[in-house]
């Protein structure tokens, strides 16, 4: 039977692999080993220390400052840089690739139950990423009442428009239905069990008047005149006379609760912060987010044990502990359950059961392949046009990378049953495939930087490689590093005789010590790099 019980020993390499696939974009074999070495909780204790990016906001072509912050507010830029350019998505890519910490998969955990799109201005996606960043290590329940007054939040769903003379429903429907409590079974017309249609035209009442000046808010230097003292991030301003200051009452589901319409600046967010509370006083807000939890981190698959004996339990302490999620998932991924410890069969559940999204795809390729990088304050063209390879493909493949194609986020995230099997369509399956490695094995150029994999040089310099001189040892390494498990019989036999290619084991092993005597790779690199493209067009290659 499932269950929280945790894992006391130390991980090994399979275990430690597995831990790394679903908490970073950044794996290396380096980092295996050091993790093998480690217990769950030593594991994890290293992946929640989260420290900020390098550098610390996005930078332009030239490597001048282009973002105003509270702790920066002056800028470099001499370029003027515009609104249609993505150099801060391109900077939050380079910084998931680069951290060796669970933040950014964590950053992006909360985007997919916080939904918003990138929109014409930067500076506010900027503000609406760096608000998940600060709240990665912090509480869900927080993290809703400061989205709320987000400013690309505030355009996104249109609660900008909302007020007491014209309400507008878009955010309070949305905030129950997808980003909170869910719904739950219609039971009767407009009662969907979890709330009902007279709770999201009250919440909307709460709404009103959270709203935004665009001259002010949507300007990368005047936003910063209105800051949230906690966090320093920019937010929304409350418009006092387009807020319903009265009385909200709520159906049944909430237990006819009352809220006090404020009629202030400080008492509407009290209202507010009110209103957030109640709904996250229900026990079915906390099983809903462990759910998303769940499918994210551990797999789609939620059977009636794992609600019982996983989620109810781990709700009731994500509850408990104001919705800090870092306790929660520290529990979840401490669990034998997660590592699939808890029946003789190990690894037929958890391990390897998930499908890499795009953005996965491409920065675990190029950290588990150690993709050569310029440094990104160097030469942050290059960075850019690289990420810009990988944002597009990405979306390409059904995942534009913080602008996903609707309210209710991406179908791998939120599409019943097949949930992540939806990252493989026709379509997308192509792009994975001639869209990947190819590139980089044959080099991509970047103002002045080429991005080209030396397979050759890293099998002999990188130390991952035991014996590189004996092909079945350097395939079954190779394999290791890269799936979720070595194949066996004829399918380890394929990726063997792709890798010669009529080449006998005794010819390899001539042909790598005249490399390693002379450094002329020519003789070596051509099968090390047909391997290589073998191994990620693999399906073995397209799951965690």
């Given at each position: 039977?499932?269950?929280?019980?945790?894992?006391?020993?130390?991980?090994?390499?399979?275990?430690?692999?597995?831990?790394?696939?679903?908490?970073?974009?950044?794996?290396?074999?380096?980092?295996?080993?050091?993790?093998?070495?480690?217990?769950?909780?030593?594991?994890?204790?290293?992946?929640?220390?989260?420290?900020?990016?390098?550098?610390?906001?996005?930078?332009?072509?030239?490597?001048?400052?282009?973002?105003?912050?509270?702790?920066?507010?002056?800028?470099?830029?001499?370029?003027?840089?515009?609104?249609?350019?993505?150099?801060?998505?391109?900077?939050?890519?380079?910084?998931?690739?680069?951290?060796?910490?669970?933040?950014?998969?964590?950053?992006?955990?909360?985007?997919?139950?916080?939904?918003?799109?990138?929109?014409?201005?930067?500076?506010?996606?900027?503000?609406?990423?760096?608000?998940?960043?600060?709240?990665?290590?912090?509480?869900?329940?927080?993290?809703?009442?400061?989205?709320?007054?987000?400013?690309?939040?505030?355009?996104?769903?249109?609660?900008?428009?909302?007020?007491?003379?014209?309400?507008?429903?878009?955010?309070?429907?949305?905030?129950?239905?997808?980003f909170t409590i869910l719904k739950g079974p219609?039971?009767?017309?407009?009662?969907?069990?979890?709330?009902?249609?007279?709770?999201?035209?009250?919440?909307?009442?709460?709404?009103?008047?959270?709203?935004?000046?665009?001259?002010?808010?949507?300007?990368?230097?005047?936003?910063?005149?209105?800051?949230?003292?906690?966090?320093?991030?920019?937010?929304?301003?409350?418009?006092?006379?387009?807020?319903?200051?009265?009385?909200?009452?709520?159906?049944?589901?909430?237990?006819?609760?009352?809220?006090?319409?404020?009629?202030?600046?400080?008492?509407?967010?009290?209202?507010?912060?009110?209103?957030?509370?109640?709904?996250?006083?229900?026990?079915?807000?906390?099983?809903?987010?462990?759910?998303?939890?769940?499918?994210?981190?551990?797999?789609?698959?939620?059977?009636?044990?794992?609600?019982?004996?996983?989620?109810?339990?781990?709700?009731?302490?994500?509850?408990?502990?104001?919705?800090?999620?870092?306790?929660?998932?520290?529990?979840?991924?401490?669990?034998?359950?997660?590592?699939?410890?808890?029946?003789?069969?190990?690894?037929?559940?958890?391990?390897?059961?998930?499908?890499?999204?795009?953005?996965?795809?491409?920065?675990?390729?190029?950290?588990?392949?150690?993709?050569?990088?310029?440094?990104?304050?160097?030469?942050?063209?290059?960075?850019?046009?690289?990420?810009?390879?990988?944002?597009?493909?990405?979306?390409?493949?059904?995942?534009?990378?913080?602008?996903?194609?609707?309210?209710?986020?991406?179908?791998?995230?939120?599409?019943?049953?097949?949930?992540?099997?939806?990252?493989?369509?026709?379509?997308?399956?192509?792009?994975?495939?001639?869209?990947?490695?190819?590139?980089?094995?044959n080099g991509l150029t970047y103002n002045g930087?080429?991005?080209?994999?030396?397979?050759?040089?890293?099998?002999?310099?990188?130390?991952?490689?035991?014996?590189?001189?004996?092909?079945?040892?350097?395939?079954?390494?190779?394999?290791?590093?890269?799936?979720?498990?070595?194949?066996?019989?004829?399918?380890?036999?394929?990726?063997?005789?792709?890798?010669?290619?009529?080449?006998?084991?005794?010819?390899?092993?001539?042909?790598?010590?005249?490399?390693?005597?002379?450094?002329?790779?020519?003789?070596?690199?051509?099968?090390?790099?047909?391997?290589?493209?073998?191994?990620?067009?693999?399906?073995?290659?397209?799951?965690?």
């Amino acid at each position: 039977m499932p269950s929280l019980a945790p894992k006391t020993n130390v991980l090994g390499f399979s275990n430690a692999y597995h831990l790394l696939r679903r908490t970073t974009y950044n794996i290396t074999k380096a980092k295996i080993l050091d993790f093998a070495t480690k217990t769950p909780q030593q594991a994890l204790t290293e992946l929640f220390t989260f420290n900020n990016p390098v550098p610390l906001s996005p930078l332009n072509n030239i490597g001048e400052t282009i973002v105003p912050t509270a702790a920066n507010p002056t800028i470099t830029d001499s370029q003027s840089t515009v609104n249609s350019v993505k150099y801060d998505l391109y900077w939050w890519l380079h910084s998931a690739l680069k951290d060796p910490s669970a933040q950014h998969k964590i950053v992006y955990f909360l985007h997919i139950l916080f939904v918003t799109d990138d929109g014409a201005s930067f500076w506010t996606n900027f503000d609406y990423r760096e608000l998940l960043r600060f709240h990665a290590g912090g509480s869900l329940k927080d993290l809703a009442i400061r989205v709320t007054q987000n400013a690309r939040m505030l355009m996104f769903l249109n609660n900008n428009l909302n007020q007491n003379t014209s309400p507008n429903q878009n955010y309070a429907r949305e905030l129950l239905e997808l980003f909170t409590i869910l719904k739950g079974p219609q039971i009767a017309a407009g009662n969907y069990t979890n709330y009902t249609e007279t709770d999201v035209q009250q919440a909307a009442r709460v709404f009103t008047g959270f709203s935004l000046t665009s001259s002010i808010h949507l300007d990368k230097t005047a936003r910063l005149t209105s800051l949230d003292p906690v966090t320093n991030i920019p937010i929304g301003e409350v418009k006092v006379n387009k807020h319903d200051t009265g009385t909200k009452t709520f159906s049944s589901a909430f237990s006819s609760q009352s809220i006090t319409g404020g009629t202030t600046e400080a008492t509407i967010k009290t209202e507010l912060q009110n209103f957030v509370t109640m709904i996250f006083n229900q026990d079915e807000t906390a099983k809903a987010y462990c759910r998303r939890m769940y499918r994210y981190f551990v797999g789609r698959q939620i059977t009636s044990d794992i609600e019982n004996d996983i989620v109810t339990p781990l709700a009731a302490s994500l509850k408990a502990d104001n919705y800090n999620i870092l306790p929660a998932l520290m529990t979840l991924l401490k669990s034998r359950h997660f590592y699939d410890e808890e029946d003789s069969i190990t690894g037929d559940q958890t391990i390897g059961n998930i499908v890499r999204n795009p953005v996965e795809l491409y920065l675990h390729l190029f950290s588990l392949l150690n993709l050569p990088l310029p440094s990104y304050t160097t030469n942050p063209s290059a960075i850019h046009s690289l990420m810009g390879v990988v944002a597009n493909y990405s979306s390409n493949m059904g995942m534009p990378v913080f602008s996903p194609q609707s309210v209710n986020g991406y179908a791998a995230y939120s599409s019943s049953p097949n949930y992540d099997k939806n990252w493989i369509t026709t379509s997308s399956l192509r792009i994975r495939y001639n869209n990947t490695i190819d590139f980089f094995i044959n080099g991509l150029t970047y103002n002045g930087f080429t991005f080209k994999l030396n397979n050759a040089a890293f099998v002999k310099d990188s130390g991952y490689f035991s014996n590189p001189g004996n092909a079945d040892t350097l395939v079954t390494e190779f394999l290791q590093m890269m799936f979720v498990e070595v194949p066996d019989g004829t399918r380890y036999d394929e990726f063997k005789t792709i890798f010669l290619n009529n080449l006998s084991p005794v010819n390899w092993l001539n042909e790598w010590n005249t490399y390693v005597s002379s450094g002329n790779a020519t003789s070596v690199k051509i099968p090390i790099d047909r391997l290589v493209k073998a191994i990620i067009k693999s399906p073995e290659f397209q799951i965690l």
